[in-house]
C-alpha cells in the first residue's frame, strides 16, 4: 500500500501524540548519527521532549559544538554588521549625492525666478520660469482676496456690534427724563434781575419809606 502524507498539525491525541515524539526522535537521532560517519561532520543534536526531558546527540562533545558555534555566531555578527555598515554608508552617500542634486536645481531655479542666471537658458527654459511666475501670482492674489473678505466679514461683524449699541443707547435716552441745568453766569443773572424788581418796588416817597426797610433784603432804604 502507498503510504498516505502526513498533515503537518499538532497531535491531539496525547497517547498518539507521545507515540509519534518517540519514533521521530529515534529517526532524527539515527540521521544525525550517520551524518556524522558518513560526512565526517561535527554535529551536535538537542531535543526535549514535552514534558522536559532531555536528548542529545554529540560527534565529539555538545559542549565543545556550542562554544564553537557561538564564537562562529559572533564572526557572522561581525561580518553581519560590517556589511550592514558598509550598505548603510553607501545608502547615506547616494542620498547625500541625491539631495546635493536637489539643492542645485532649487537654486538654479530660485535664481531664473529672480531674473538672474537667465543667459544660459533655452527657450523651453524661460517659457517654465515665466508659467511658474503667472502660477506664484496668481496663488498670490487669490491669497489676498481671501484675506480682503476676511477683514471685511470682520468689520461687518464690527458694524452690527455698533450699530446694536447705538440702538440701545438711543432707548436708553428715550426712557431717561430730560431735566435742564442752568448755566452759573445765567442763575446769577436771573438772580441779579428779581433783586432789583424787588428794590424797585419798595422805593416811595421819604415819609411813606421812614423806619422802613426791604422785607427781603434785610438792609435800610437808600435816600433819594
Do not use: W
Not at 432789583?196 to 416817597?205: C, D, K, N
Amino acid at each position: 500500500m502507498v503510504r498516505g502524507k502526513t498533515e503537518l498539525k499538532r497531535i491531539e491525541n496525547a497517547t498518539s501524540r507521545q507515540v509519534t515524539f518517540s519514533k521521530r526522535r529515534s529517526g532524527l537521532l539515527k540521521k544525525a548519527f550517520e551524518l556524522s560517519v558518513l560526512c565526517d561532520a561535527e554535529v551536535a543534536l538537542i531535543v526535549f521532549s514535552p514534558k522536559g526531558k532531555l536528548y542529545e546527540f554529540s560527534s565529539s562533545s555538545t559542549t565543545k559544538t556550542i562554544e564553537r558555534y557561538q564564537k562562529n555566531d559572533k564572526s557572522l555578527g561581525r561580518l553581519n554588521r560590517k556589511l550592514t555598515d558598509q550598505l548603510t554608508t553607501e545608502h547615506l552617500k547616494e542620498e547625500v549625492a541625491t539631495m546635493t542634486r536637489k539643492l542645485e536645481f532649487l537654486e538654479d531655479s530660485k535664481r531664473k525666478l529672480l531674473g538672474h542666471g537667465l543667459e544660459s537658458s533655452t527657450l523651453d527654459e524661460l517659457q517654465q520660469v515665466e508659467e511658474q511666475l503667472e502660477k506664484s501670482l496668481s496663488n498670490i492674489r487669490a491669497r489676498k482676496n481671501l484675506l480682503f473678505k476676511e477683514q471685511i466679514a470682520q468689520l461687518k461683524e464690527e458694524e452690527k456690534i455698533l450699530l446694536k449699541k447705538n440702538a440701545d443707547l438711543r432707548k436708553r435716552c428715550e426712557v431717561l427724563p430730560l431735566t435742564l441745568t442752568p448755566f452759573p453766569q445765567v442763575e446769577k443773572d436771573v438772580e441779579r434781575q428779581i433783586m432789583e424788581v424787588e428794590t424797585e418796588l419798595f422805593i416811595g416817597r421819604p415819609e411813606t419809606r421812614k423806619n422802613s426797610y426791604c422785607p427781603n433784603l434785610n438792609t435800610p432804604p437808600t435816600s433819594l
